[in-house]
């Protein structure tokens, strides 16, 4: 029997983000994505210079999809990306000193400037999934009260198939592992919320300009890989058990998360982030 509309406050929300920490880490987990502030009421999160880096070029890129396909590249995304690092500037970015930003900030416009030499798929048509106030989502299990959510940079549509090509933007120098469980949770998202096929999958590394194909993951392989995972995060909930793999010490993804929890002066918090996250950066 499905579930009624209203358990969507009760149930458990897993995304590509958030399982990568389980996996990663399930006391990151709980300290990234269950953990609220007594004081404030807030979770918390941590700015470093990559992920600001990565929120300015994906704002302008995606930006970009809100405007018909032949007056897209007519914008200067130059200007645009100006606009969106006073968003991340100075502390509120993670940035330790200005020489950091300076040289963060010019590997966004050179990945502009590679856009602009060759926009690619950003001239045709593109095709958005439905969302209100979340991002798309849909049941991954209505017995165990599961919801999928994620939100994919950008689908084009292929008008010869009448297919959907799944593009995924990427900043930062390393490639995607392939174990990755973002192709098969945008696959399953794509293929929940429209009734189009999605046929290609591509990894646009914009710092190197470079576009890597993927294979499709089979879709009911996709779904088995993906619920596994959702179900382990539901178990360590439902316990209330997230202990890190390196015991009380805690590894690389924790630490500075228990550093935030114990009020640590090396955790600075710089403001409240656009989810209600209280936002910190790490100090030495």
């Known amino acids: 029997m499905s ?29 990234h994505n269950v953990y609220k502030d007594l004081a404030t009421g807030h979770k918390v999160s941590i700015v470093t ?4 880096l990565g929120i300015a070029v994906h704002g302008v890129l995606e930006g970009l999809g809100d405007h018909p396909a032949p007056e897209r590249m007519s914008r200067d995304l130059v200007g645009l990306f100006e606009k969106e ?8 970015g993670g940035f330790a000193n200005e020489a950091e930003e300076t040289e963060f900030k010019k590997r966004g416009v050179a990945m502009l400037k590679n856009v602009e030499r060759d926009p690619r798929f950003l001239l045709n048509k593109r095709i958005k999934l439905p969302r209100e106030t979340m991002n798309p989502n849909f049941y991954l299990s209505d017995d165990e009260n599961i919801i999928l ?7 084009e549509y292929l008008p010869a198939t009448d297919s959907l090509h799944i593009v995924d933007f990427k900043t930062g120098k390393r490639e995607e592992q392939e174990a990755s469980l973002q192709l098969p949770i945008y696959l399953l998202l794509c293929n929940a919320l429209q009734k189009r096929a999605v046929t290609k999958a591509s990894y646009w590394y914009l710092e190197s300009d470079k576009v890597v194909e ?33 015991g ?17 002066p090396r955790a600075e918090c710089i403001g409240v982030g656009a989810f209600k996250q209280d936002m910190y950066v790490m100090r030495t």
């Not at 959510?149 to 689908?155: R, T």
């Not at 596994?228 to 909930?237: E, N």
Request: hydrophobic share 40%.
């Open 3 to 31: 579930v009624t509309m209203q358990d969507k406050y009760s149930a458990v929300w897993v995304s590509h983000s958030s399982m990568q920490d389980f996996l990663k880490c399930p006391r990151l987990y709980y300290l």
């Open 49 to 52: 210079p990559h992920m600001s």
């Open 85 to 92: 690092w006073r968003g991340v500037s100075g502390k509120k």
């Open 149 to 155: 959510n994620g939100l994919i940079d950008w689908i």
């Open 214 to 246: 993927k294979e499709l993951p089979d879709a009911q392989s996709a779904f088995r890989d993906v619920l596994d995972i959702a179900l382990r995060v539901k178990a360590a909930r439902v316990r209330n058990e997230f202990l890190c793999p390196k």
């Open 248 to 264: 009380d010490a805690g590894c690389i993804h924790c630490r500075d998360y228990e550093l935030i929890r114990a009020k640590d």
